[in-house]
């Protein structure tokens, strides 16, 4: 049975930790690998050469649409934001494998975040009764 895929995004602010562990670990991993991005597909779709989209980022020449199409260089915030633009796709969508990789980091230290705040011992007061911990 596959789990339901719950992106980060989608996560309330208000979600515990145990929430965002529990919604990262009952996804489950793809059968197919996602590329880290699919800039040139997109760009293709749109029928820009590397030097158009290079020109539209605000770049000398395609050579960075290149390195970013190859895998060899990842772009700034600033560059992805100007890709979902251009590109008429959200970041998450063009930067597939990257974003899936990057939430299973995040869900991994959210397990480990969970299990230390679990064997931490409440603070105790000084009348010897555990004090309110500010979150």
Do not use: W
């Not at 290149?66 to 915030?77: A, C, D, I, K, N």
């Not at 974003?99 to 397990?111: H, I, N, S």
């Amino acid at each position: 049975m596959r789990g339901k895929f719950v992106p980060l995004g989608q996560i309330s602010r208000s979600a515990t930790l145990n929430t965002l562990v529990l919604s990262f670990s009952t996804t489950t991993t793809m059968s197919t690998r996602l590329l880290p991005n699919y800039l040139r597909s997109h760009r293709k779709r749109l029928g820009l050469s590397q030097d158009e989209l290079a020109f539209l980022l605000g770049s000398q020449s395609g050579a960075k649409v290149s390195r970013y199409e190859s895998f060899t260089r990842v772009p700034s915030l600033e560059t992805a934001l100007a890709l979902e633009i251009i590109l008429k796709k959200p970041a998450r969508e063009l930067f597939g494998g990257l974003c899936r990789d990057l939430e299973v980091k995040v869900a991994r230290r959210a397990a480990l975040l969970e299990a230390q705040k679990k064997s931490r011992k409440p603070k105790q007061s000084a009348t010897g009764t555990p004090s309110i911990i500010n979150r």
